[in-house]
């Protein structure tokens, strides 16, 4: 069964940095993009950014080129959305995927990130 | 980038009832390839979405087959034939054939 867990959310001040995890079983990892989605309180979803199979391949949104960074570790089943110069609109729900032809077929369950003074 | 509009914003349907969920989109999403990438995710309450429809009509593992998608070019459907209680949520339309992928902005399902 595919599961995904992020973890590494919480309040960060504005200007302030976040790094959040996405632990991955149930598939074969190393075979697999994987992608971020974020989602503002009650408001729709937004996609974030996208890693390629080796890592060597990644995409963003504009809204957060150049301040966040996605990777991978293939050995550990995980990959990472280091957030930097975070601002207040970046607060949001932050859903880790696997990248199904670009969309997300798994989700996980999705951790919190507030930016606030 | 491509945007992605739904219709109508919510719907309450009285289980047993049919349902019908527009989503239209500024460019093709019509591939070179011949897929058409256009996928359909449903969030229940207080749950991280969940992958119903990928391209256009193709149910995902264990989607009931009371869902089903239609369309083409830059207007689809989904519809549900008879509502379910457990269905209830926000429906959301995706395009992934140009990136960024985007989501349109939701239509909530309320069962009566």
């Known amino acids: 069964e595919v599961h995904l867990v992020e973890s590494g959310g919480g309040l960060v001040q504005p200007g302030g940095s976040l790094r959040l995890s996405c632990a991955a079983s149930?598939?074969?990892?190393?075979?697999?993009?994987m992608a971020w989605v974020r989602q503002a309180p009650g408001k729709g979803l937004v996609w974030v950014s996208r890693?390629?199979?080796?890592?060597?391949?990644?995409d963003y949104a504009d809204s957060v080129k150049g301040r966040f960074t996605v990777s991978r570790d293939n050995a550990k089943n995980t990959f990472y959305l280091q957030m930097n110069s975070l601002r207040a609109e970046d607060t949001a729900v932050y859903y880790c995927?696997?990248?199904?032809?670009?969309?997300?077929?798994?989700w996980g369950q999705g951790t919190l990130v507030t930016v606030s003074s | 980038d491509i945007v992605m509009t739904q219709t109508p914003l919510s719907l309450s349907v009285t289980p047993g009832q049919p349902a019908s969920i527009s989503c239209k989109s500024s460019?093709?999403?019509?591939?070179?390839?011949?897929?058409?990438?256009l996928y359909w995710h449903l969030q229940k309450p207080g749950q991280s979405p969940q992958l119903l429809i990928y391209?256009?009509?193709n149910r995902f593992s264990g989607v009931p087959d009371r869902f089903s998608g239609s369309g083409s070019g830059t207007d689809f459907t989904l519809k549900i034939s008879r509502v379910e209680a457990e269905d209830a949520g926000v429906y959301f339309c995706?395009?992934?054939?140009?990136?960024?992928?985007?989501f349109g902005g939701g239509t909530k399902v309320e069962i009566k």
């Open positions: 149930g598939f074969s990892f190393s075979a697999y993009w």
């Open positions: 995927g696997r990248d199904f032809w670009g969309s997300i077929d798994y």
């Open positions: 995706m395009q992934s054939i140009q990136l960024p992928p985007t």
């Open positions: 460019q093709s999403l019509l591939h070179s390839d011949g897929r058409t990438y």
């Open positions: 890693i390629g199979r080796d890592g060597s391949r990644t």
């Open positions: 391209e256009v009509s």
